[in-house]
């Protein structure tokens, strides 16, 4: 692989990002900040912070989507802080962990920054107000490292406690935590599908589905320290960084490994990005250089080969960069050999060695290739023993030697002794099913006795006639359960037509729901769908298409019939509708109202927040969200009563509403220990307070005044 376009910036870089306005910002270990343009790579922008990292294992460093506000810790690793990038004014500071801060994140709406640390704790920090909002569930050892969704939905950390934490940032609630990991987890990535990927201190990559807590898959060959994730714009190809320089590159949805080698650097790899709009991989290093790949490197070579047949070095090419056998010409190459070794056996099967070399010219010197050529060859040197049988009634020879060489079995010869059998077979069915007719099935089917996997059947058949009958009572009845059931048991019945009308009748409903589905027809799709769900082999697809179009079409019977309650709390439990134009409406209304009431959140003022977030109060997906704007303007509202020195009295009824509402949060921690500095006569202690908790939060529970 070539690099197309290179930058150095002398410093190790530890942060790049692609912003929404297209420009890649790049931030060395002294934090120097500097804004490019991504397809020149000229400079646009750029500031000093100088704070040198000396760690950057971690994400210490951390951009907004939009570029409005950045995060970073400080030299000693004591402190983290919020910035907005345009005034380089700090927005807030947060030195509450009980040792040094391991990692920062701004999540992709750019609402809050969560600063995790050694003490296990992850605070969450309002970016416009630099307010601590809420806290995410704490690790037992250091928060590693910390990943969104890209729609900003879930957050996930990981630890030094070899356990990943997930929580829903759209209903403020905890998921899970999946342990599988036998050492401290390093890196987290979100991919599509409800997957996250982690790998460990000891290399080991696991893939979870977010959604079953399952592990979907563990990725192999991993033998580096891995110091940086990135994923293809379409999660087709995932891209693992190493402290040794190399590119590993997997397949997202085989999660085989395509290479181990893609590429090599000279210097470790510090961190990756990945340009969607252009398929550009872009590495950072820790000799400080930018350097562009194009992932589909060679896709225009492939054409002009391709027109010239010259096979040979479109597998070079493609061996050179994998990713090319997943381009439309690869597809075209592949379609054109199996062509070849189809015209090739015919030759072949006629006798013609010559021209079959001939035929298979194009691929011969392909190694791969060669190594089928070769074996086909071979194979074919008894086919004209395989005839002889055929011709002569040997069948039971015929078949043997047709397992001996499984070419044969494509051949026009092999087919036709296939028909013969079905149509033996199905005699000798109607003989069975007579009450004398036993001896003349018999008789049909002797010359295929000494074959393994005919003889079973034909034991089947002699012996289970009855089955046989129930099976076509069942058919006639349409009583396609107790059809799969029978075929599941007895697998002579697969031999029978009515089992290959039973199929090719299932496989007409499939398809028939699938365009339905496609158009929107859900109630047509469903009648289908519930007949289909007798079938055995379509039965876990059915149900799992079935909950979709349950859940979508009670989503936009609720839009529809304006019961936005049912539309959020529906949409809360399926993230595949959010695609949807009411989904996005609704989404957009949410996080507009949400903003809002933020905004009054930071002045302590309940009352308008419950004005801005009142259509949502009988929501329950959105109750621990407004719960938590609520609790924080309550602290708000407890800071400014401290420093008015509003009477002591006041403040600890206050204090104990709080807790009876909320429990024990960072928030009132913090604003406690202030409490006690201002009344330090005070003999009020927390932990000794009845406790409620934010899950348990209703709108009946709302004052305007925590103080009240």
Known sequence: MEVIKSKS???????????????????????????FDKNTLELKNGFKVNIEHLRYKNSVVSFSNNGEYFATLTSDCKTSRLYNTNTKKMISKIDRHHGEVSCVG?????????????????????????????????HSDTVNDIAFTRNGNWVATAGYDKKISLFNLVTMTPKDKFKAHASPILKLRFLNKHRLLSVDKNSTAIIWNIYTSKIIARLQGIHDDVTSLTSSGDDKFLFIGTALGYILLYDLNTYELLSSKYIKTVSPITVLEFDNERNHLIIGTEDGFVMYYDIYEGEEKLKELLQNREFEAIQKESELNPILTYTRIHELVANFWENTLAKAKIALQNGEQEKALLIFGHFKNIPSKNRIIQKVIKDYVEYDKFVNFAKQGKIALAYNLANTYPAYKDSKLYKSLELRWKKTFYQAQKYALEPKGTDKAKELLAPYRGISEKSMLIQDLMTKGEIYKRFRESIGKRNFVICSELIKQYVFLKEFPEYDTLMAYADGLYIKSQKLVHDGDTNSAVKILRVLSDFSDFKEEVSQTMKEIVSKQKFFDAVKDGNIADAY????????????????????????????????????????????????????????????????????????????????????????????????????????????????????????????????????????????
């Open 9 to 35: 910036v002398e410093k190790a870089i530890i942060l790049m990002k692609l912003l929404e306005d297209g420009q890649l910002i790049v931030v060395d270990k002294n934090t120097t900040v500097r804004l």
């Open 106 to 138: 701004i999540d992709p709406l750019s609402r809050h920054m969560f600063s995790c640390g050694d003490d296990g704790k992850i605070f969450a920090i309002d970016v416009k107000s630099g307010k601590l909002v809420f806290t995410l569930p704490t």
């Open 569 to 708: 709390n529906i949409l809360s439990l399926n993230e595949d509708l959010e695609e949807t134009k009411d989904a996005k409406l609704l989404i957009k209304q949410w996080n507009d109202d949400l903003s809002i009431a933020r905004s009054y959140a930071v002045f302590g003022n309940a009352t308008e927040i419950k004005k801005a977030l009142s259509r949502y109060m009988t929501i329950s997906s959105k109750l621990a969200s407004i719960g938590t704007i609520l609790s924080w303007c309550y602290v708000i509202q407890l800071e400014k009563a401290i420093k008015e020195e509003v009477k002591q009295s006041v403040i600890e009824k206050a204090i104990k509403n709080y807790m009876l509402n909320f429990g024990f949060q960072e928030q009132i921690e913090n604003l406690f220990e202030l409490f006690k500095i201002k009344y330090p006569e005070s003999k009020l202690s927390l932990e000794y307070l009845t406790q409620g908790s934010l899950s348990m939060w209703r709108p009946s529970m709302f004052v305007s005044s925590i103080l009240d």
